[in-house]
T-cell receptor, first 114, second 112 residues
Framework: DAGVIQSPRHEVTEMGQEVTLRCKPISGHDYLFWYRQTMMRGLELLIYFNNNVPIDDSGMPEDRFSAKMPNASFSTLKIQPSEPRDSAVYFC????????????FGPGTRLTVL | AQSVTQPDIHITVSEGASLELRCNYSYGATPYLFWYVQSPGQGLQLLLKYFSGDTLVQGIKGFEAEFKRSQSSFNLRKPSVHWSDAAEYFCAVGARDDKIIFGKGTRLHILP
């Protein structure tokens, strides 16, 4: 398996623009997690899905952030409009089950909002 | 609430020296514990995990960790570090609601 795939790997955009980050989980994994990593706040869970259904989005910072999982092999995290404070590395991870199993992380998307 | 504390933000050791990274957790029941490593520009990779059984857990790259319930600790060890071990290390605990709670991380520096 190719592992968790994220695109793009780097994104530079201007404040106010819409940003869409993409994730393809490992085939057969039922759980998908979106994280944000910054120097100040460390690794933060934004939202996670089970069988394509959002379970907990309490970590989504505000209404500018939205996530979808239209099918088992694809998820998006959208920021609209983007702000400089959204600059971070965004990770997607998948897991074959819940907490009983480890999460497999993608390489991340480094987002810079100017 | 579940939480993980990694008291050392940075650790510096000489190549060939032994390593211990500290981790304390807070959890009401038997925890599911993990150590992950993140190399620069990469995602997190699982080093080892503890679910039950033997309290000394072996992982990849020569790492091991010991679960001590009485101390609520899950420290990571390696007898002899290599320059390629320079990275950030995250301790984590599995929460009741399918999430994993990560510590803030410890950045390991290796002196030649």
């Amino acid at each position: 398996d190719a592992g968790v795939i994220q695109s793009p790997r780097h994104e530079v955009t201007e404040m106010g623009q819409e940003v869409t980050l993409r994730c393809k989980p490992i085939s057969g994994h039922d759980y998908l997690f979106w994280y944000r990593q910054t120097m100040m706040r460390g690794l933060e869970l934004l939202i996670y899905f089970n069988n394509n259904v959002p379970i907990d989005d309490s970590g989504m910072p505000e209404d500018r952030f939205s996530a979808k999982m239209p099918n088992a092999s694809f998820s998006t995290l959208k920021i609209q409009p983007s702000e400089p404070r959204d600059s971070a590395v965004y990770f997607c991870a998948s897991s074959p089950r819940g907490r009983n199993n480890e999460q497999f992380f993608g390489p991340g998307t480094r987002l810079t909002v100017l | 609430a579940q939480s993980v504390t990694q008291p050392d933000i940075h650790i510096t050791v000489s190549e060939g020296a032994s390593l211990e990274l500290r981790c304390n957790y807070s959890y009401g029941a038997t925890p599911y514990l993990f150590w992950y490593v993140q190399s620069p520009g990469q995602g997190l990779q699982l080093l080892l995990k503890y679910f039950s059984g033997d309290t000394l857990v072996q992982g990849i790259k020569g790492f091991e960790a010991e679960f001590k319930r009485s101390q609520s600790s899950f420290n990571l060890r390696k007898p002899s570090v290599h320059w390629s071990d320079a990275a950030e290390y995250f301790c984590a605990v599995g929460a009741r609601d399918d999430k994993i709670i990560f510590g803030k991380g410890t950045r390991l520096h290796i002196l030649p």
